[in-house]
């Protein structure tokens, strides 16, 4: 393995997208732009007898359609979401597995919640009817690294797998890890996340933290950053991207592909009553240091949003401190989604990215009214065209996760990963 700083960088070179914002990239992308929202009354489940009736989910997503008819039976609602983004990812990446060393390609996801929906049916198997009642698969389809092990059975990847449980912040931290291993000498990692929340269990189990929104009006019910701020909306789907070794890229005429991983942390706060202070600036001040990016270079900041008053506050106050008062445009456009858990940062990332390829910031429907203290250029009304070179995403996981990412465009000196060359595949 080549010890070269090129050689250890790590670029995304394809995306997949299964969000409430739309099944695939543009979809998704254009959704965003216009400012369309996926948030409407659940409909996988009568919500009626719940004080949360309203969420993010995928609209027209068929399983069957999406993912071979062997496996839907074995798994989860969350894992065949995220099996229909890998192979959209890889084919986005013009990558045919089959031109990669097994053990060259490696897999790693988020998930908040495993396979919740699977396993409630399989409770109400076993308490209606009996243990014989209950499947086989039970026992790996709700395991939160089942998505991770069906990619990777899936596609031949072989290499090092794993799975991040952070709640909200895994979708960054599956790509520190992705990063982590593209340095240590694999070619190619399918990373990001999904989560499928929404059946009576999944809700019942979010309810607890008390952070839902109860506001029946979707265009209000999840407003981050804003003085009528009421909690978050639930939401299901995510994104899985392509994360490749700059050399493999290269190699294979991919370019730069959509962007670089520059700079990766991440942090747990203290815990409830302590005197030290949340660690949200921190964690961004050591991702810009590790990207070797000073805060002035930094064009847009995709927020974590958690739509509850007092994490609003701390997170735009720990924007300010590293960036000044109104000092970089902030946006949130997971309030057309609702916050995705393991998919939520993965899905940020993806439109990050897709920000940086077309120059535009995205607007985050919904507030009005910025919230006392909360003094950041939050981007609403409508999407800011500028010139885009550098992404901050941001993300906290209920119970103190924290996790921030740096995102670069491609050099534009390199080559467009829309001209790739003629090997499609691995270079062996």
């Known amino acids: 393995m080549s010890t070269s700083r090129a050689a250890v960088e790590a670029v995304v070179t394809g995306i997949g997208v299964v969000a409430p914002t739309g099944i695939g990239t543009e979809a998704h992308w254009q959704s965003v732009v216009a400012g369309k929202s996926g948030i409407g009354r659940i409909s996988r489940f009568d919500p009626t007898p719940y004080p949360v009736r309203l969420a993010g989910q995928v609209p027209g997503f068929l399983a069957r359609e999406q993912v071979p008819s062997r496996l839907i039976p074995q798994t989860d609602h969350w894992t065949h979401m995220a099996l229909a983004a890998a192979a959209a990812a890889l084919e986005d990446a013009r990558v045919d597995p089959a031109g990669f060393d097994d053990y060259d390609m490696a897999v790693v996801t988020a998930s908040s919640s495993g396979g919740t929906e699977f396993g409630q049916h399989e409770m109400e198997r076993l308490y209606l009817n009996g243990p014989s009642w209950v499947s086989a698969y039970q026992s790996i389809a709700w395991f939160y690294a089942a998505t991770t092990g069906q990619v990777s059975i899936r596609h031949g990847m072989r290499g090092p797998c794993g799975v991040i449980c952070s709640e909200q912040a895994g979708g960054i931290d599956a790509f520190g890890q992705a990063r982590r291993l593209i340095r240590l000498g694999s070619?190619?990692?399918?990373?990001?996340?999904?989560?499928?929340?929404?059946?009576?269990?999944?809700?019942?189990?979010?309810?607890?933290?008390?952070?839902?929104?109860?506001?029946?009006?979707?265009?209000?019910?999840?407003?981050?950053?804003?003085?009528?701020?009421?909690?978050?909306?639930?939401?299901?789907?995510?994104?899985?991207?392509?994360?490749?070794?700059?050399?493999?890229?290269?190699?294979?005429?991919?370019?730069?592909?959509?962007?670089?991983?520059?700079?990766?942390?991440?942090?747990?706060?203290?815990?409830?009553?302590?005197?030290?202070?949340?660690?949200?600036?921190?964690?961004?001040?050591?991702?810009?240091?590790?990207?070797?990016?000073?805060?002035?270079?930094?064009?847009?900041?995709?927020?974590?949003?958690?739509?509850?008053?007092?994490?609003?506050?701390?997170?735009?106050?720990?924007?300010?401190?590293?960036?000044?008062?109104?000092?970089?445009?902030?946006?949130?456009?997971?309030?057309?989604?609702?916050?995705?858990?393991?998919?939520?940062?993965?899905?940020?990332?993806?439109?990050?990215?897709?920000?940086?390829?077309?120059?535009?910031i995205p607007y985050t429907a919904g507030p009005d009214t910025l919230a006392p203290g909360c003094d950041i250029d939050l981007v609403t009304g409508r999407p800011r065209?500028?010139?885009?070179?550098?992404?901050?995403?941001?993300?906290r996981g209920y119970g103190g996760f924290t996790a921030a990412l740096v995102l670069r465009a491609p050099d534009p000196a390199s080559p467009s990963r829309a001209d790739p060359g003629e090997d499609k595949g691995g270079t062996g």
């Not at 109860?214 to 978050?232: E, I, K, T």
């Not at 065209?385 to 993300?395: F, G, M």
């Open 385 to 395: 065209e500028l010139p885009l070179r550098t992404a901050l995403v941001l993300a």
């Open 187 to 360: 070619r190619l990692v399918v990373s990001g996340g999904t989560d499928a929340p929404l059946c009576p269990y999944g809700l019942v189990a979010q309810l607890s933290n008390g952070r839902l929104s109860r506001v029946d009006d979707q265009a209000r019910a999840y407003l981050p950053f804003d003085a009528h701020a009421s909690g978050h909306v639930p939401g299901e789907g995510g994104a899985m991207l392509i994360v490749e070794s700059a050399e493999s890229a290269s190699a294979r005429g991919a370019g730069g592909g959509y962007g670089t991983i520059a700079g990766y942390a991440a942090g747990f706060d203290p815990p409830p009553g302590s005197s030290r202070p949340p660690v949200l600036r921190r964690t961004m001040e050591r991702a810009l240091e590790d990207a070797g990016c000073p805060p002035s270079e930094v064009d847009v900041v995709f927020a974590d949003a958690a739509g509850v008053a007092e994490e609003d506050l701390a997170e735009a106050r720990a924007i300010t401190e590293v960036f000044g008062p109104r000092g970089v445009p902030v946006t949130a456009p997971k309030t057309l989604t609702g916050r995705l858990y393991g998919g939520g940062a993965s899905l940020d990332i993806a439109t990050a990215l897709l920000a940086l390829r077309d120059g535009l």
